[in-house]
């Protein structure tokens, strides 16, 4: 129990935060979205989400029920009558706070409800706690008879008073009436009851309560908060609807909802209005509502009697939804009104689902939760106007109806490999829908089965995922999570559903044993183990070129290997093999899990690795890519897809699917297809032999440049007769890193690094080659398309030096990279000779592709004007947008040489 009294005060501080906290843990503390609402495009509305992103919604839990709030007729009624009133009423109703156009609104509302008259109040809430309090008060003895369902304006106006308190259960006439029975005739009394609950949408027997009450002798009050606007020929509520004007005592309305406007109201007879008016604090000391506000009202009821269609597009709209509802077997409750309510039982659930509408779906729907409904009854109230159109509700059902799922069953191949990918689709589950429950359960493919063959030995495809879709297709699983490049081209665009959940890197990696360097210094042969007829082309003449040769000629044995990736690298230990070639996504996934991370760092412990690069090794399509799949006819599965798949991923896949089929198909491939980011540019790039024996190197979906220059005017700043001075400025150097980043030869040319306890990466394959040729083991490059292209493949758990590299270069570009925090070292410094460049050649340039930053920087003062600059992408791209020009990015030399022969037009001769 807290101690309010510590050091003799109290202690308002950890009140409140007790307080509040109590509400966080019930999830009944209330966060209110804000709406950026606009008039023009009702129900859709903007709002910033937790990311301060903007996003757009459509609203289902708006209480303006025909969007008169938005009604141009309405707004400009208001904006008149604000001109000329102003905009505040300045008092009291008895204080010069009483105008024409209050009177006038009392009138109608009372002519509306054919009652004597009405009275104004600044809110229905108002209206209603104000009333009962001061019936209460001033007539002691009056016994209130209140349905258990009431408002809590209803309950707060009851309780403000002494009086006694009777609740009967919700609509029921005979519990109602063994209350009336137990009291006397002669005791004053009143029936407190809503003609449509607000929450669960349920009618009151209006007409019984009615009569009940006029058999016992006591007073009836009915809110028609939810009601006004909507029911009876002139659309004044469920009072008109069943012809009882005449019948009931207290109508209590609000003008905040149907009406569209603000305020609320009672209407009864002359003599009770009187008596509120003369008695009722609530109303007698407190400003009187703005007048633009009553003209705006006055006309929105005109506006409701008369325009019949206005009601009738609005009730077709809740049938229209409860129609699709019971398509979609979504059961609701509230079928009497126009309230839809959907119990979901459960608080956090309900919180859990409307967040996912919002975030996912751009659907706003508030839980309600306790103390709004009871425990277990927590729902989502459904609203509708008649602005809402077609698509809009049928976007809603069909997202409720994915919503609706409870259990999920998620299967895979029984891998080690498999569960941690099966993990990754769980875990996305969770976050996007964590209401779901995920059940798992693993089949054996039949590529599990046939360990040790060859598959391209064996007749069929989808070796690994046909035993899977035949689970998805007996129902016996919903969820199949594998591989997506073990999709064939046939199912990959067979019609199936799938979604693309994550994408580790896609790079292959050659693994080796400690003694590699043995067997290459004794020229020994290379038997590297793989099953892929690209790895076996592609990274076998790679490793030709990049293994150090130690002055030997390197040999190197493909052989076959089949196994899960633990099994290969233990075949590797064995010694069954010198090197094997792995996706690095299979690795990496495996040291990213907690259960077997230690195990795979143990299997990985004495190796050596280099990681393939991405130009020269091409990665199959789709690699390092996890897919989610289901039966296009499980429909409860496919939105989940819909909810768990990263477009863009999705989306990349696909176009390196499709550009792959255009070559082969099937394990037997010898390219590879894979997608290229570079700047704010994607391309597909397609390498190797294909199915035809043609060789293949070309680039997709790069930036359609036509220039209608002369091919001579477009120059390679090395053309220009650079030469450079280089001046070496260490010799020996201790590297503050396990790890060094060398971004061109020069940089080590004269220095004396002793590499034997170094990882070193390279910014493309030339220097790789030419270290390789001084003995120098290259774990990786960045493809020439700079160090942030190798940024995230640095931070695997597989690599891990980020943080620890350090980049030898010169002596500007070192500074630069410090100045990024980076660890640099400039080991030499250049200087150009100017004397030797080209003048005539670089005055004709209208495109220049800069080889490297330092290039430009020389030559920037007399560049000719307007001319183009291009680059790779990388530091030169970034340093040339430092100068205010906007490269054209090539993602290779020999990508902007193909440009360059494809694209450019020899102007016409004059
Ligand atoms: N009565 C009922 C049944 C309500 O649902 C509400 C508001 O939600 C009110 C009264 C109060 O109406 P107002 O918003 O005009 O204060």
Same mark, same amino acid.
């Given at each position: 129990?807290?101690?309010?009294?510590?050091?003799?005060?109290?202690?308002?501080?950890?009140?409140?935060?007790?307080?509040?906290?109590?509400?966080?843990?019930?999830?009944?503390?209330?966060?209110?979205?804000?709406?950026?609402?606009?008039?023009?495009?009702?129900?859709?509305?903007?709002?910033?989400?937790?990311?301060?992103?903007?996003?757009?919604?459509?609203?289902?839990?708006?209480?303006?029920?025909?969007?008169?709030?938005?009604?141009?007729?309405?707004?400009?009624?208001?904006?008149?009558?604000?001109?000329?009133?102003?905009?505040?009423?300045?008092?009291?109703?008895?204080?010069?706070?009483?105008?024409?156009?209050?009177?006038?609104?009392?009138?109608?509302?009372?002519?509306?409800?054919?009652?004597?008259?009405?009275?104004?109040?600044?809110?229905?809430?108002?209206?209603?706690?104000?009333?009962?309090?001061?019936?209460?008060?001033?007539?002691?003895?009056?016994?209130?008879?209140?349905?258990?369902?009431?408002?809590?304006?209803?309950?707060?106006?009851?309780?403000?008073?002494?009086?006694?308190?009777?609740?009967?259960?919700?609509?029921?006439?005979?519990?109602?009436?063994?209350?009336?029975?137990?009291?006397?005739?002669?005791?004053?009394?009143?029936?407190?009851?809503?003609?449509?609950?607000?929450?669960?949408?349920?009618?009151?027997?209006?007409?019984?309560?009615?009569?009940?009450? =006029?058999?016992?002798?006591?007073?009836?009050?009915?809110?028609?908060?939810?009601?006004?606007?909507?029911?009876?020929?002139?659309?004044?509520?469920?009072?008109?609807?069943?012809?009882?004007?005449?019948? $009931?005592?207290?109508?209590?309305?609000?003008?905040?909802?149907?009406?569209?406007?603000?305020?609320?109201?009672?209407?009864?007879?002359?003599?009770?209005?009187?008596?509120?008016?003369?008695?009722?604090?609530?109303?007698?000391?407190?400003?009187?509502?703005?007048?633009?506000?009553?003209?705006?009202?006055?006309?929105?009821?005109?506006?409701?009697?008369?325009?019949?269609? +206005?009601?009738?597009?609005?009730? =077709?709209?809740?049938?229209?939804?409860?129609?699709?509802?019971?398509?979609?077997?979504?059961?609701?409750?509230?079928?009497?009104?126009?309230?839809?309510?959907?119990?979901?039982?459960?608080?956090?659930?309900?919180?859990?689902?409307?967040?996912? +509408?919002?975030?996912?779906?751009?659907?706003?729907?508030?839980?309600?939760?306790?103390?709004?409904?009871?425990? %277990?009854?927590?729902?989502?109230?459904?609203?509708?106007?008649?602005?809402?159109?077609?698509?809009?509700?049928?976007?809603?059902?069909?997202?409720?109806?994915?919503?609706?799922?409870?259990?999920?069953?998620?299967?895979?191949?029984?891998?080690?490999?498999?569960?941690?990918?099966? %993990?990754?689709?769980?875990?996305?589950?969770?976050?996007?829908?964590?209401?779901?429950?995920?059940?798992?359960? #693993?089949?054996?493919?039949?590529?599990?089965?046939?360990?040790?063959?060859?598959?391209?030995?064996?007749?069929?495809?989808?070796?690994?995922?046909?035993?899977?879709?035949?689970?998805?297709?007996?129902?016996?699983?919903?969820?199949?999570?594998?591989?997506?490049?073990?999709?064939?081209?046939?199912?990959?665009?067979?019609?199936?559903?799938?979604?693309?959940?994550?994408?580790?890197?896609?790079?292959?990696?050659?693994?080796?044993?400690?003694?590699?360097?043995?067997?290459?210094?004794?020229?020994?042969?290379?038997?590297?183990?793989?099953?892929?007829?690209?790895?076996?082309?592609?990274?076998?003449?790679?490793? =030709?070129?990049?293994?150090?040769?130690?002055?030997?000629?390197?040999?190197?044995?493909?052989?076959?290997?089949?196994?899960?990736?633990?099994?290969?690298? =233990?075949?590797?230990?064995?010694?069954?093999?010198?090197?094997?070639?792995?996706?690095?996504?299979?690795?990496?996934?495996?040291?990213?899990?907690?259960?077997?991370?230690? #195990?795979?760092?143990?299997?990985?412990?004495?190796?050596?690795?280099?990681?393939?690069?991405?130009?020269?090794?091409?990665?199959?399509?789709?690699?390092?890519?996890?897919?989610?799949?289901?039966?296009?006819?499980?429909?409860?599965?496919?939105?989940?897809?819909?909810?768990?798949?990263?477009?863009?991923?999705?989306?990349?896949?696909?176009?390196?699917?499709?550009?792959?089929?255009?070559?082969?198909?099937?394990?037997?491939?010898?390219?590879?297809?894979?997608?290229?980011?570079?700047?704010?540019?994607?391309?597909?790039?397609?390498?190797?032999?294909?199915?035809?024996?043609?060789?293949?190197?070309?680039?997709?979906?790069?930036?359609?440049?036509?220039?209608?220059?002369?091919?001579?005017?477009?120059?390679?700043?090395?053309?220009?007769?650079?030469?450079?001075?280089?001046?070496?400025?260490?010799?020996?150097?201790?590297?503050?890193?396990?790890? $060094?980043?060398?971004?061109?030869?020069?940089?080590?040319?004269?220095?004396?690094?002793?590499?034997?306890?170094?990882?070193?990466?390279?910014?493309?394959?030339?220097?790789?080659?030419?270290?390789?040729?001084?003995?120098?083991?290259?774990?990786?490059?960045?493809?020439?398309?700079?160090?942030?292209?190798?940024?995230?493949?640095?931070?695997?758990?597989?690599?891990?030096?980020?943080?620890?590299?350090?980049?030898?270069?010169?002596?500007?570009?070192?500074?630069?990279?410090?100045?990024?925090?980076?660890?640099?070292?400039?080991?030499?410094?250049?200087?150009?000779?100017?004397?030797?460049?080209?003048?005539?050649?670089?005055?004709?340039?209208?495109?220049?592709?800069?080889?490297?930053?330092?290039?430009?920087?020389?030559?920037?003062?007399?560049?000719?004007?307007?001319?183009?600059?291009?680059?790779?992408?990388?530091?030169?791209?970034?340093?040339?947008?430092?100068?205010?020009?906007?490269?054209?990015?090539?993602?290779?030399?020999?990508?902007?040489?193909?440009?360059?022969?494809?694209?450019?037009?020899?102007?016409?001769?004059?």
């Amino acid at each position: 129990m807290l101690n309010n009294f510590n050091s003799g005060q109290f202690d308002f501080n950890s009140f409140l935060e007790t307080k509040l906290n109590e509400l966080k843990s019930d999830g009944r503390y209330r966060k209110f979205i804000e709406i950026d609402k606009n008039a023009k495009t009702f129900p859709v509305f903007s709002y910033t989400d937790s990311k301060q992103e903007i996003k757009s919604a459509v609203n289902w839990c708006s209480n303006d029920y025909l969007a008169l709030s938005t009604s141009d007729k309405l707004i400009q009624a208001t904006l008149e009558c604000a001109s000329q009133y102003g905009i505040g009423s300045g008092g009291t109703r008895n204080i010069s706070g009483s105008t024409i156009l209050h009177q006038k609104l009392e009138k109608k509302l009372a002519d509306w409800h054919q009652q004597e008259s009405a009275l104004l109040f600044n809110s229905a809430y108002q209206a209603n706690l104000t009333t009962l309090s001061t019936l209460g008060r001033h007539i002691p003895d009056m016994v209130f008879i209140s349905d258990e369902e009431n408002h809590a304006s209803l309950i707060e106006g009851m309780r403000s008073c002494p009086n006694t308190k009777i609740i009967f259960k919700h609509n029921d006439l005979s519990d109602l009436e063994s209350i009336l029975r137990t009291l006397s005739p002669t005791q004053p009394k009143i029936i407190v009851f809503e003609s449509i609950y607000s929450i669960s949408g349920t009618v009151a027997p209006v007409r019984e309560i009615i009569s009940i009450g =006029k058999k016992y002798h006591a007073l009836t009050y009915i809110d028609e908060v939810h009601a006004v606007g909507l029911y009876g020929k002139d659309g004044s509520g469920k009072i008109e609807e069943f012809n009882l004007n005449t019948e $009931v005592d207290f109508i209590n309305g609000t003008l905040s909802k149907a009406i569209g406007t603000f305020g609320g109201y009672i209407s009864a007879s002359a003599k009770w209005i009187d008596f509120i008016r003369s008695f009722a604090s609530g109303f007698i000391f407190t400003t009187s509502l703005p007048p633009a506000i009553c003209s705006a009202a006055l006309f929105s009821i005109e506006e409701i009697v008369f325009n019949q269609k +206005l009601r009738n597009h609005f009730f =077709k709209n809740v049938s229209l939804l409860r129609s699709k509802l019971d398509e979609a077997g979504i059961p609701y409750r509230g079928i009497d009104s126009h309230i839809t309510q959907l119990v979901i039982g459960e608080a956090i659930k309900c919180k859990q689902i409307s967040d996912h +509408l919002l975030s996912f779906a751009g659907i706003y729907v508030q839980p309600i939760n306790s103390p709004t409904v009871p425990k %277990g009854q927590e729902c989502i109230r459904i609203t509708i106007t008649p602005r809402h159109s077609f698509d809009q509700i049928h976007s809603l059902v069909y997202h409720l109806k994915g919503v609706f799922t409870d259990n999920i069953i998620l299967s895979g191949r029984s891998s080690m490999l498999s569960k941690v990918q099966i %993990g990754k689709v769980r875990d996305k589950i969770n976050a996007v829908m964590p209401w779901i429950k995920t059940e798992e359960n #693993y089949i054996d493919t039949r590529g599990d089965q046939l360990t040790d063959i060859p598959l391209h030995t064996q007749e069929g495809t989808d070796f690994f995922t046909d035993n899977l879709s035949e689970a998805l297709k007996n129902k016996e699983i919903d969820i199949a999570v594998h591989s997506l490049k073990d999709l064939s081209s046939e199912h990959f665009f067979g019609g199936t559903k799938f979604a693309v959940v994550d994408r580790d890197e896609v790079r292959d990696v050659a693994i080796f044993n400690e003694k590699i360097a043995d067997l290459l210094r004794a020229g020994e042969k290379i038997r590297i183990g793989t099953c892929s007829f690209r790895r076996e082309s592609l990274a076998g003449d790679f490793l =030709k070129k990049v293994l150090p040769a130690y002055g030997q000629k390197i040999n190197i044995e493909i052989l076959p290997i089949r196994g899960n990736i633990d099994t290969r690298l =233990k075949k590797l230990s064995e010694g069954r093999y010198d090197g094997i070639i792995l996706a690095f996504a299979g690795i990496n996934r495996m040291l990213t899990s907690v259960e077997h991370r230690e #195990y795979f760092k143990l299997l990985l412990s004495t190796k050596r690795m280099m990681v393939l690069p991405l130009l020269d090794c091409t990665p199959a399509p789709c690699q390092g890519a996890i897919a989610a799949e289901s039966s296009p006819q499980n429909e409860r599965a496919s939105y989940i897809l819909n909810c768990i798949n990263n477009i863009e991923l999705y989306q990349d896949c696909t176009n390196e699917k499709k550009i792959a089929s255009e070559y082969g198909s099937g394990c037997i491939q010898k390219f590879g297809v894979t997608t290229v980011k570079f700047g704010a540019q994607t391309s597909v790039y397609a390498h190797g032999i294909d199915s035809n024996n043609n060789e293949i190197d070309t680039w997709y979906g790069l930036k359609d440049i036509r220039l209608n220059i002369s091919n001579f005017d477009i120059i390679n700043s090395d053309e220009l007769g650079f030469v450079a001075e280089k001046t070496i400025l260490v010799s020996d150097i201790p590297i503050p890193s396990k790890a $060094v980043f060398i971004s061109h030869i020069a940089a080590i040319e004269m220095p004396y690094i002793d590499f034997s306890n170094l990882r070193v990466w390279t910014a493309g394959i030339e220097t790789w080659i030419k270290l390789a040729a001084k003995n120098i083991w290259v774990e990786g490059c960045a493809d020439s398309l700079g160090f942030n292209s190798i940024f995230s493949i640095l931070n695997t758990p597989l690599i891990d030096i980020q943080n620890d590299i350090t980049v030898l270069t010169n002596e500007e570009s070192a500074e630069r990279w410090t100045e990024d925090n980076i660890k640099a070292i400039a080991t030499y410094s250049i200087h150009y000779k100017s004397d030797l460049i080209d003048k005539y050649k670089l005055k004709s340039a209208r495109l220049i592709f800069w080889s490297c930053f330092a290039h430009f920087n020389h030559l920037k003062e007399i560049l000719p004007a307007g001319v183009l600059h291009s680059c790779l992408p990388g530091k030169t791209a970034e340093l040339l947008r430092k100068e205010g020009h906007q490269p054209i990015l090539f993602p290779t030399k020999k990508a902007f040489n193909q440009w360059k022969k494809k694209y450019i037009q020899v102007p016409s001769v004059a």
